[in-house]
């Protein structure tokens, strides 16, 4: 099963990815705005693999700039909380 075949799993990759950019002292702004760049070019590239996915990638695909970082936001912090869980 792929990555982006399995929410945990994604969410588990994306948390340790923000992790490490924390780690090397990237500021949460640096952070988001790369979140934002990388949700605008999976909703561009990349077919949801599953139904959570798919909700984003809808969402996304109607936001806003100031929605798109405001769903990274929300996103970061769901991995930040699953890695501390």
């Known amino acids: ?7 945990d799993r994604w969410t588990s990759f994306l948390g340790q990815q923000v992790d490490n950019a924390e ?4 500021s949460k702004k640096v952070i988001e705005a790369t979140a934002v760049q990388i949700g605008d070019y ?3 590239n990349v077919d949801p693999k599953n139904e959570q996915e798919r909700v984003l990638s809808d969402l996304w695909g ?6 798109k970082h405001a769903m990274a936001s929300c996103i970061i912090k769901l991995v930040n909380n699953r890695r501390v869980q």
Do not use: R
């Open 23 to 26: 780690n090397t002292g990237m």
């Open 42 to 44: 999976l909703q561009k």
């Open 1 to 7: 099963m792929g990555l982006l075949e399995n929410w």
């Open 62 to 67: 109607v936001a806003n700039n100031d929605e």
